[in-house]
C-alpha cells in the first residue's frame, strides 16, 4: 500500500479527537491553506514545550482521528502525556484547542469574492480525473467550504458517480449556456449533493450528453458573436460564482476548444494570489502519461503565449501506483518528481476504496473517512490552496 508520503518522513497516526474540536480544526486548517497534519504538528509541538498541561477539555464523544506526523513525533508526544498524567485524546485535545484559540478564523472568505477554481485535466483517459476531482471537491466541502463539482466530461462518469440523473440532449444545461442558447438561471441545473457529512456544502452541476457536440458549437457561437471563444465557460459559470468557495471542473480527456476553455477559467485574475487557481494533473506512472503530460503542457504554454495569460500549475499527482509493476513503474515515479515544478502533491495507490465508493454510490470521504485515500484527498486539496 502506498503512502501519501513515500519517503518516509511521515507516519500515519491514529487517536480519538471530539467530533466539534475536529470539524473546527479542518475549518480552520482550509481558511489558513495548512495541511491538518501541519497544523496538528504545530499544536503538539507547542503543547509540548508548556511547563504544565492546559485546562481539560471535554472529549465526550471523542472519534477516531489520523494524520500524518513527522517520524517519532507521536512517540514523543504519548512520553508527554504519560509524565503529565494525561490520556492522549486529553493531550490531543488540548494540543488541538490551544492551536484553534492561537490561530483565529480568517471567516472563510473567497479573497475579493473570487471563487478558487481547480481545473483537474490530462488528455489521456484513465488517469483518475474524476476521482481527483470528487475527491478534493468533498475535502472542501468536509473542511467548510461552499463547493461546486462541474461535470465538463460528457461522459458523465462523475455524475454518475454521485447518483445524478445525466442531462438529455436538447435540454438545458452547462453547454446551452456555453453557447448562448438559454436564457434560464444556471442555479436551477445544480443538484445538492445530500450527504450529511457536507452540511449542504457539496454541489454537483451534472454533464449533458449535448457536451459531445461542445467544441463545433462553440467554434460557431463564437464566430457569430464575436468574442473569444476561450471565454464561453467563464461567462456561463460568472453568474454563479459568487455561491461558492471553490469551484472544481472535472475535465474530459480532450485537447479540444473546451479544454481551451476550462484553462482560460482557472488562469490568475487580476488581483488573485499565485497558486489558488490554476490546473491539477492527475498522471500515471508509466510511459504513455508522460507523452499525455507533455501534449497538455504544450498546449497550456501555447494558451498563455497567444493570451497573455498567468495559468498556475497547482501540481501534479501521481494515481493509482503500484511498485510492484517493476522498474516502469518506480523509474516513472521517480521521473515526476524530478520535474519538481509542477511538483507532486500526492501518490495514491491502487487501492480499492474508491471503486468500492462509485459501486455503493457514495461520495469517498463519507464511505471510507479515515482510508488513506481519503487522506491523500484531503492532503490535495490543502496543497492545491
Given at each position: 500500500m502506498a503512502s501519501p508520503y513515500p519517503d518516509g518522513d511521515r507516519e500515519k497516526v491514529a487517536s480519538k479527537l471530539p467530533s466539534v474540536i475536529r470539524q473546527e480544526l479542518k475549518v480552520r486548517a482550509a481558511e489558513l491553506s495548512l495541511d491538518i497534519q501541519e497544523a496538528v504538528t504545530a499544536a503538539i509541538e507547542d503543547w509540548r514545550e508548556l511547563p504544565a498541561p492546559l485546562s481539560p477539555v471535554d472529549t465526550s464523544g471523542a472519534e477516531s482521528f489520523s494524520t500524518w506526523l513527522p517520524t517519532g513525533m507521536y512517540d514523543d508526544f504519548k512520553t508527554t502525556c504519560t509524565d503529565r498524567s494525561l490520556s492522549y485524546t486529553q493531550g490531543l485535545a488540548q494540543s488541538v484547542r490551544r492551536w484553534l484559540d492561537t490561530h483565529p478564523s480568517l471567516n472563510g472568505a473567497p479573497e475579493g469574492g473570487i471563487p478558487e477554481r481547480k481545473v483537474v485535466g490530462n488528455q489521456k483517459g484513465g488517469v483518475g480525473k474524476t476521482a481527483i476531482s470528487a475527491g478534493i471537491a468533498q475535502a472542501y466541502a468536509e473542511a467548510g467550504k461552499r463547493v461546486l463539482l462541474v461535470d465538463y466530461d460528457p461522459q458523465g462518469h462523475l455524475t454518475k458517480q454521485l447518483g445524478v440523473s445525466q442531462i438529455k440532449p436538447g435540454c438545458d444545461s452547462l453547454v446551452s449556456h456555453m453557447c448562448g442558447e438559454s436564457?434560464?438561471?444556471?442555479?436551477?441545473?445544480?443538484?445538492?449533493?445530500?450527504d450529511p457529512r457536507y452540511e449542504k456544502r457539496l454541489h454537483l452541476l451534472p454533464a449533458s450528453f449535448d457536451g459531445f457536440l461542445l467544441d463545433a458549437k462553440v467554434a460557431i457561437y463564437s464566430m457569430n458573436v464575436r468574442f473569444p471563444k476561450e471565454t464561453?465557460?467563464?461567462?456561463?459559470?460568472?453568474?454563479?460564482?459568487?455561491?461558492?468557495?471553490?469551484?472544481?471542473?472535472?475535465?474530459?480527456?480532450s485537447l479540444g476548444i473546451g479544454m481551451d476553455a476550462a484553462l482560460y477559467y482557472g488562469r490568475r485574475r487580476q488581483g488573485e494570489r499565485a497558486g489558488v487557481s490554476g490546473v491539477l494533473i492527475p498522471v500515471l506512472a508509466e510511459d504513455s502519461s508522460a507523452d499525455a503530460y507533455a501534449m497538455l503542457d504544450q498546449q497550456i504554454n501555447s494558451i498563455q503565449a497567444d493570451l497573455n495569460l498567468d495559468i498556475d500549475y497547482l501540481g501534479l499527482v501521481v494515481n493509482l501506483y503500484d511498485s510492484r509493476r517493476g522498474f516502469v513503474a518506480t523509474s516513472s515515479l521517480a521521473q515526476w518528481k524530478a520535474i519538481g515544478d509542477p511538483r507532486v502533491l500526492a501518490v495514491i495507490g491502487d487501492l480499492k476504496e474508491q471503486r468500492e465508493a462509485v459501486r455503493m454510490g457514495k461520495p469517498l470521504l463519507s464511505y471510507a473517512p479515515n482510508s488513506d485515500q481519503a487522506e491523500a484527498m484531503r492532503q490535495i486539496a490543502r496543497a492545491a490552496s
Open positions: 436564457e434560464e438561471d444556471l442555479r436551477d441545473l445544480i443538484v445538492v449533493i445530500d464561453v465557460l467563464e461567462r456561463a459559470l460568472a453568474t454563479i460564482e459568487s455561491d461558492f468557495d471553490v469551484i472544481v471542473i472535472d475535465c474530459p480527456p
